[in-house]
């Protein structure tokens, strides 16, 4: 069993973390304050969509990799209560971002983005009557939480614990 995530485990994790936290940060922001209207808007949600489904695929890249080659047992002890709340909370992490990009893109099949983008259709007044915009918004906030949970937890391990968690996910030469 390896003792630290994988370089590419370790790559995308860095990544999709920033990648995610500013998909959270400008959609909320943004793009959700931008009235339908705004003539900003569809080149704003042109960006939000890439990004979103790149977040999407990375983290699909994520769940092969770390099934293939495996990962570092749970640094807490085997059948633990802080043991089982990580492996939750990871799972939890991966759908959620799974289900907020699969939402995004139920919200814009429904919207025919790609015609809006090259001229040929318009936006609808606001997304608000699609049910993938109720979905989106409450699944970007439960993602939100459980992003706050994790960070809380690492620096619990890291500070409190004192059992050196984040070097399992960091840059090493070996590997
Ligand atoms: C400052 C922010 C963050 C820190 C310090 C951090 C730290 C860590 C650490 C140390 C691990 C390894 C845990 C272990 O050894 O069991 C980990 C795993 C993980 N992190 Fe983060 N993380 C951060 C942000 C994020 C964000 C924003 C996301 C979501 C996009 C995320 C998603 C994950 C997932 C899914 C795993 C599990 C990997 C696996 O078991 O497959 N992390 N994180
Ligand atoms: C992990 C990926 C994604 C994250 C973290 C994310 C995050 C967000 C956030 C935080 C909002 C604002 C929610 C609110 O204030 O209620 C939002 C709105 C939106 N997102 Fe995403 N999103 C992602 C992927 C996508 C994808 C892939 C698409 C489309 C292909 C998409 C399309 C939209 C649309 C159309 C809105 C609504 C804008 C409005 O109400 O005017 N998102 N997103």
């Given at each position: ?64 990799n770390i099934r293939m080659r495996g990962k570092p047992a749970e640094i807490s002890p085997e059948g633990s209560?802080?043991?089982?709340a990580s492996s939750i909370g990871h799972k939890a992490l991966y759908l959620l971002i799974l289900a907020v ?26 997304f608000a009557h699609l049910g993938a915009r109720s979905a989106h918004g409450i699944l970007t906030k439960l ?33």
């Amino acid at each position: 069993m390896p003792t630290q995530f994988n370089r590419l485990a370790v790559i995308l994790h860095w990544f999709s973390a920033v990648l995610v936290m500013l998909l959270l940060f400008a959609g909320s922001q943004m793009l959700a304050p931008l009235d339908n209207s705004d003539p900003m808007k569809i080149g704003a949600l042109q960006g939000h969509a890439t990004l979103g489904v790149l977040a999407g695929l990375l983290t699909l890249i994520r769940i092969i990799n770390i099934r293939m080659r495996g990962k570092p047992a749970e640094i807490s002890p085997e059948g633990s209560l802080m043991a089982r709340a990580s492996s939750i909370g990871h799972k939890a992490l991966y759908l959620l971002i799974l289900a907020v990009a699969g939402s995004g893109m139920a919200m814009a099949a429904a919207v025919d983005l790609p015609a809006v983008i090259a001229g040929q259709a318009m936006l609808p007044e606001s997304f608000a009557h699609l049910g993938a915009r109720s979905a989106h918004g409450i699944l970007t906030k439960l993602l939100a939480l459980t992003i706050l949970g994790h960070i809380a937890a690492a620096l619990y391990h890291q500070f409190i614990l004192k059992d050196g968690l984040i070097s399992r996910m960091r840059f090493k030469r070996m590997d």
